[in-house]
């Protein structure tokens, strides 16, 4: 199927009335401060909502509207985007919203105006698309390890698919890799065939920072809006256990995120938070253009060197962006007021609106 024509949209917004816009979106993932921020901003809002998971917006009061589903992935059925066109919508992605509509879906049926550049969501779901970002871009990222024989310290090793890193490991050498595998194996968690999928990198032994930017197409300028750590079952359960026990347990570490708390990073590593962003940010514009718009977030490690390693990103609302809803400690330094992720893209769209450029931040 063709990709959803340019055209076609901009037609769409066109016959919007920009006076009665509505800021639309699945009811999951950090969908609560993108209504809340943009019912602040003086939109309306409305939620498209699996049946049974209506509460958190009835109870917190952040959807003028709801539109319910039988299933979340109902929201790219076409009686669902004609209410949502009805009402002018405009829908700020996250990554529950991707997950559900599916990115062929979001590329080729789903016309309705999005916030933020849909071509580059793809760029966040493969490896390989996200690697050339990166290092094209000059991000620092954790070296990649072509052979299982090279291996000269640790590494991690992941497979494709493994979504919560379910399945990775840690080895020290071609030979407890072997081992790995062999277990894996035996276990069924892989089959022979996914041994060449393997995936080998540079182990970054580092605290967890996950940066949370806003890219302003209006202003062509990057944001640092908040930072997040993890809480990863069974990780961090692990580390509660005396380490006399860990080996007792033989429990596998998966890095399932079950929560996120705010962070704030040394004063001196913010040089590179920025260099980071205006790296990527500039790299976005020649591979996918018009590149990065509105959130996305770099999740990082930061070893005893004080190098900031970007090992993955989200190229839209990331998760936790939930841990600013009444802002952070940077977005203050912007604003002054609280101001959250969600906030901050419904000012975007009132600013598109009011300078009539709405169509340079909407794909
Ligand atoms: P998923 O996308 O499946 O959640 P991630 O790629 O985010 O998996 O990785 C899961 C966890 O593994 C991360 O939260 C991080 O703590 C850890 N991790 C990933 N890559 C590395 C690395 N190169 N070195 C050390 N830890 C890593």
Redesign the pocket.
Known sequence: MSKIDRQEILDVLDGYDKEDTTIATLGSHSSLHMFQGAKTEGFRTAVVCEKGREVPYKRFNVADEYIMVDKFSDIVNDEVQDELRELNSIVFPHGSFVAYAGLDNIETIFNVPMFGNRDILRWEAERDLERKLMTESGVRI?KKITDPSKIDGTV?V?FPG????RG?FVANSTEEFDQKIEAMLERKWIEDEDIKEAHI?????GC?YCIHYFFSGLKDEVELLGIDS?Y?ST?DGLTRVPAKDQLDIGADPS?V?TGNHPVVMRESLLPQVFDIGDKITEGAKGLVPPGFNGPFCM?T?VNDDLEVVV??MSARSDGGTNTFMNGSAYSYLYYGEPLSMGRRMALEIKKGIEENRLEEIIT
């Open positions: 954790p991690m992941k493994a979504r919560g890193g990775y990198e540079e182990y970054v032994l967890n993890r990863e990780i890095y995120i999740q490690l090992f993955e």
